[in-house]
């Protein structure tokens, strides 16, 4: 009887996993500029919310790990998918900081066991031979949710705000009222007001079209509180303090743009060429005035002012970031009722598994590499401690994370901040350098099998990874140069794709020098690496500076310096040792 073929599914599911997992955890680095303006966050709170994860995640690796080695991957993950799930959900509902940051923490609690226990499925249910490539695939579901979770997002933000949605401002809306009035002033002084065609002296002019019709009183309200804030440019601590005068000038300032915003020539339309503007305003702008209904002409206006002064008034698209949190909450449930029902902690538990494929699954394993089954004590603390090769493997996770987290946490902001990149076209630039990371994934696992046939387990392991990690060194050295949009997005996706490159032989080196605490090993080094991971939105915001005087230059020479390390280090790597030398043979 040939054998059957439940390993397929088994791998199948852990990688849909792989896809929420990733697409949960990203979808907030897409949303945080949202979250930002409807809680009121400064920089620093959005740096230490996308830590925050990061935290937990990594402290609950070994443990989480360990319960799966002890208790199975079928109980144990479908437990942890509910619970990240409901973290998911629930983060629609955070009404200010503490509670924003709580969410994250128990979210990462709750997503640690995933790689630990997908690694542990693995090393059950595939064939020595093959255990690169199944790495790679369920990593592969990792970079596809990933990849997914910016563009998706910002699809989902917009469908989730529909055109009845008023589009009219409060004072509220006004995140920064003195810096509205200063860039609504710019181009009162001169005439015509800043006469090039940059897309930053289209918006001077639109802005003084749009203050040119304001009143006397109105405009007396902007010409002060411009002044105002072009008085504390130059001082690091320019934002004042909120006063009464304050308050009622931002119920004028309010109160004048609602009246505006239901004209339909508030804009010469010649001058939005060029101007950062969802394709929902494309749209708009795209048929005749006197054809739109008045609360398309309001949407349009108000899209119009977020693109003349991006920083100073909340988006409302901000209104549909809750419900994206709810959608993937829910669809989480659906994921972990299939996962239960699929998968069997080992082949010998599942019964559409027959005698031939467990033979198959057990034969080909060298005698240098542990096995995967066996009584799973207290969690080896002692052995993976003194192992110099997994602490090496854990400085390659540690730096690596570093290095690739500037895309999935900072990269939608660089793009917004330094070329003014558009909500759509933002998250179709960042979606772009994970995609391409996916070939790296799958082309890896296949790499690193190959290797290990050519050249043995040891470099078969480590020259995949080393070699990798010196590509994506070279790739952020480029982006250090200031290049264009498209050039940048270029480099990006060098890094994606070379990091993971290298994930099926990590995966693999793992589960060689793990065995039977495959999960157990697979966490303690997941949680250093991802202790990095923790540390580098904060120090990459910190490195960046505050705006106006941002320099992403030295953030992508911090990456650099991080693969240079990862690379180095991976050198040292030997899967020829495993942690419990007991288990080989």
């Given amino acids: ?86 973290f998911t959900g629930l983060t629609g509902l955070a009404a200010g900081f503490v509670v924003l940051l709580a969410l994250r923490f128990g979210f990462g609690i709750g997503q640690a066991g995933a790689y630990p226990t997908s690694a542990n499925l693995i090393s059950k249910w595939i064939p020595f031979s ?7 695939v369920v990593a592969f579901g990792g970079r596809m949710g990933g990849a997914i979770a910016p563009l998706l997002t910002a699809l989902l933000i917009v469908a989730c705000v529909p055109l009845s949605t008023s589009s009219r401002l409060g004072p509220h809306d006004l995140l920064d009222m003195p810096r509205l009035c200063y860039e609504l002033n710019l181009g009162r002084d001169t005439s015509p007001p800043a006469a090039g065609n940059t897309a930053e002296d289209r918006a001077v002019r639109v802005g003084a079209g749009i203050l040119a019709r304001f009143d006397e009183v109105e405009s007396e309200v902007v010409d002060r509180n411009a002044r105002a804030y072009a008085a504390t440019l130059d001082n690091p601590e320019r934002a004042a303090p909120a006063t009464a005068q304050t308050l009622a000038d931002a119920d004028v300032v309010a109160a004048a743009l609602n009246r ?29 005035p006197e054809s739109l209904a008045t609360a398309e002409v309001e949407r349009l206006n108000r899209l119009l002012l977020e693109a003349v002064a991006a920083e100073s008034i909340k988006k409302i698209y901000g209104a549909g970031w809750r419900y994206v949190m709810y959608i993937y909450g829910l669809v989480g449930v659906v994921v972990a009722g299939l996962y239960w029902l699929v998968v069997r902690d080992r082949p010998a538990d599942h019964p559409r598994c027959n005698e031939a494929e467990r033979s198959w699954i057990d034969q080909g394993r060298p005698q240098s590499a542990a096995r995967p089954d066996g009584h799973v004590g207290a969690v080896p603390f002692v052995r993976m401690i003194t192992s110099s090769s997994l602490w090496l493997s854990c400085l390659v996770g540690w730096c690596t994370n570093v290095g690739w987290v500037f895309l999935v946490t900072w990269l939608p902001r660089y793009l917004s901040t330094v070329h003014q990149v558009p909500i759509e076209q933002r998250g179709l630039m960042a979606f772009i350098p994970l995609l ?52 940048a997005v270029a480099c990006f996706s060098v890094v994606a794709f070379s ?14 020098v793990g065995g039977r605490y495959t999960g157990s090993v697979l966490g303690w080094t997941n949680m250093w690496g991802n202790l990095g991971a923790a540390v580098t939105p904060p120090i990459l915001i910190w490195i960046v500076g505050e705006a106006p005087n941002q320099n992403w230059s030295l953030a992508f020479l911090t990456c650099a310096g991080a693969f240079a390390v990862a690379g180095f280090a991976a050198l040292g790597m030997n899967a020829e040792k495993p942690v419990a030398p007991e288990d080989a043979g």
């Fill in 260 to 288: 505006l915003l239901a004209e339909r020539d508030l804009v010469d339309r010649s001058e939005t060429e060029g101007l950062a503007l969802p394709r929902e305003a494309e749209r708009l702008l795209a048929r005749p």
């Fill in 1 to 86: 009887m040939p054998p059957t073929y439940v390993r397929y599914r088994v791998v199948a599911v852990s990688t849909l996993m792989a896809i929420l997992l990733y697409l949960d955890r990203f979808c907030i680095s897409f949303a945080e500029q949202y979250i930002q303006e409807d809680l009121r966050l400064t920089d620093q709170q959005i740096g230490w919310m996308l830590s925050a994860f990061f935290w937990t995640y990594a402290l609950a690796q070994v443990p989480s790990g360990w319960l799966t080695d002890r208790f199975g991957a079928r109980l144990m993950l479908t437990i942890y998918i509910l619970l990240w799930s409901l």
């Fill in 130 to 136: 093959g255990r690169g490539m199944a790495s790679s």
């Fill in 436 to 487: 391409v990371g996916w070939a790296g994934t799958l082309g890896g696992g296949l790499v690193t099998d190959r290797m290990v046939r050519l050249v043995g387990l040891r470099w078969g392991r480590a020259l995949p990874i080393a070699l990798s990690r010196f590509v994506a060194m070279a790739a952020y050295v480029v982006a250090f140069f200031e290049p264009s949009p498209w050039m």
């Fill in 499 to 512: 990091t993971d490159l290298g994930t099926g032989a990590t995966w693999a080196f793992l589960q060689d």
